[in-house]
């Protein structure tokens, strides 16, 4: 018999925590978290494997690589990586181990997993156009204040908000 | 002021990236426990059916913000030395637009992807291929739009440089319209479970 795994934390618990780490960042380091800024310097490491003479005639990828730049000696490349280790420990130890695909009840495995390729591949793109993403742009710069944080926010919220009826099929 | 000990020289390169990753398993951590481990979770928030997103990162943010503020006030922490994220206008309203439709057909946002892969979670694993997909396409396009994505640029600018009204005075706006939002927030979780529970 499986047990049953632990029930989350409260909202407001979770958000005070998650808002001491982001000031502990802030005391400890002069910067806040991220995410897809890691994800991109993956990408670059894997283009630059391939090919180091692409990186370099790219004016985006050679920021980021190009010459002896090492594109994954960067502070978020490790504190992405302990964020997938911190997941993990949490998931085991609430015991929310599982391989499964996640939807609603009205769309089939296979549609969920086009979606969420989909849907990745959008925020992919539209994270390195917006300078960041949920954790770099809306978290940390919305509580650091940034003018272009806020508006990327509330443009964040409102498309979401919109386009939600659109997909409902997948998650109600 | 002797924070942050980084940009004060308390230790060097190496050791923040031991921190980097000591910080990056506390978030994880608190990501998972917070339920973002869980697109439906995540996506029920754009259908007012679960509001948790909007908690968390609300109340996050007036933590980390009340937090900043004090111990500068305190002489603790120099807030100059504090990272900003530049503000370039147009890219950033354009790629929240872009995001936002993401996020509702994807299920999660870049970190919370990581995390739900780390439990399982096979259509995040799915997620995060796709994401790293499309940074791979940005890279490549990128030539073509590279004068969009520097426009409506305002340097390292905040909403009380902006306004020219003072931090705490900002604060204190943003801190009642994340508590008019839990308010509405809890309303609509209540409405909705006394409809689900009625049917």
């Given at each position: 018999?499986?047990?049953?795994?632990?029930?989350?934390?409260?909202?407001?618990?979770?958000?005070?925590?998650?808002?001491?780490?982001?000031?502990?960042?802030?005391?400890?380091?002069?910067?806040?978290?991220?995410?897809?800024?890691?994800?991109?310097?993956?990408?670059?490491?894997?283009?630059?494997?391939?090919?180091?003479?692409?990186?370099?005639?790219?004016?985006?990828?050679?920021?980021?690589?190009?010459?002896?730049?090492?594109?994954?000696?960067?502070?978020?490349?490790?504190?992405?990586?302990?964020?997938?280790f911190g997941g993990l420990l949490s998931g085991m130890l609430a015991k929310r181990m599982r391989l499964q695909v996640e939807h609603g009840p009205r769309i089939t495995d296979k549609g969920r997993l086009v979606l969420a390729l989909t849907g990745g591949a959008i925020m992919g793109?539209?994270?390195?156009?917006?300078?960041?993403?949920?954790?770099?742009?809306?978290?940390?710069?919305?509580?650091?204040?940034?003018?272009?944080?806020?508006?990327?926010?509330?443009?964040?919220?409102?498309?979401?908000?919109?386009?939600?009826?659109?997909?409902?099929?997948?998650?109600? | 002021?002797?924070?942050?000990?980084?940009?004060?020289?308390?230790?060097?390169?190496?050791?923040?990236?031991?921190?980097?990753?000591?910080?990056?398993?506390?978030?994880?951590?608190?990501?998972?426990?917070?339920?973002?481990?869980?697109?439906?979770?995540?996506?029920?928030?754009?259908?007012?059916?679960?509001?948790?997103?909007?908690?968390?990162?609300?109340?996050?943010?007036?933590?980390?913000?009340?937090?900043?503020?004090?111990?500068?006030?305190?002489?603790?922490?120099?807030?100059?030395?504090?990272?900003?994220?530049?503000?370039?206008?147009?890219?950033?309203?354009?790629?929240?637009?872009?995001?936002?439709?993401?996020?509702?057909?994807?299920?999660?946002?870049?970190?919370?992807?990581?995390?739900?892969?780390?439990?399982?979670?096979?259509?995040?694993?799915?997620?995060?291929?796709?994401?790293?997909?499309?940074?791979?396409?940005?890279?490549?396009?990128?030539?073509?739009?590279?004068?969009?994505?520097?426009?409506?640029?305002?340097?390292?600018?905040?909403?009380?440089?902006?306004?020219?009204?003072?931090?705490?005075?900002?604060?204190?706006?943003?801190?009642?319209?994340?508590?008019?939002?839990?308010?509405?927030?809890?309303?609509?979780?209540?409405?909705?479970?006394?409809?689900?529970?009625?049917?």
């Open positions: 018999m499986e047990s049953e795994s632990q029930k989350y934390w409260s909202p407001y618990a979770a958000g005070v925590a998650l808002g001491l780490i982001l000031l502990l960042t802030f005391v400890l380091m002069g910067r806040g978290l991220g995410a897809s800024g890691a994800m991109m310097r993956s990408v670059t490491w894997a283009v630059d494997t391939v090919s180091p003479a692409h990186v370099d005639s790219n004016p985006y990828f050679s920021k980021y690589a190009g010459g002896d730049k090492n594109p994954l000696s960067n502070w978020l490349v490790f504190e992405v990586i302990g964020v997938f793109f539209g994270a390195r156009l917006a300078l960041g993403c949920t954790s770099g742009q809306a978290l940390t710069g919305g509580a650091t204040m940034a003018v272009g944080s806020w508006v990327f926010m509330l443009t964040m919220f409102a498309a979401a908000f919109g386009v939600a009826w659109f997909f409902r099929k997948q998650w109600i | 002021m002797f924070t942050p000990l980084y940009k004060y020289g308390y230790f060097g390169l190496e050791i923040s990236f031991v921190i980097a990753f000591i910080i990056g398993l506390l978030f994880g951590f608190v990501l998972e426990r917070a339920g973002f481990s869980s697109s439906r979770k995540l996506a029920g928030q754009f259908y007012l059916r679960d509001n948790t997103v909007l908690k968390v990162m609300f109340t996050a943010i007036v933590v980390a913000m009340v937090g900043m503020l004090y111990l500068n006030w305190a002489e603790i922490f120099d807030i100059t030395r504090l990272y900003l994220n530049p503000t370039y206008l147009w890219p950033q309203f354009v790629g929240g637009i872009i995001m936002g439709t993401g996020f509702v057909i994807g299920g999660y946002c870049p970190g919370t992807s990581l995390v739900a892969s780390a439990i399982g979670k096979i259509d995040a694993m799915f997620y995060v291929l796709g994401s790293l997909l499309g940074m791979l396409i940005f890279g490549e396009v990128y030539p073509l739009f590279q004068e969009f994505t520097v426009s409506g640029a305002m340097g390292q600018v905040t909403l009380s440089d902006w306004l020219h009204l003072r931090p705490g005075l900002i604060a204190f706006f943003i801190i009642l319209f994340a508590l008019g939002m839990f308010w509405g927030a809890d309303l609509l979780e209540k409405k909705f479970a006394h409809e689900e529970g009625a049917s």
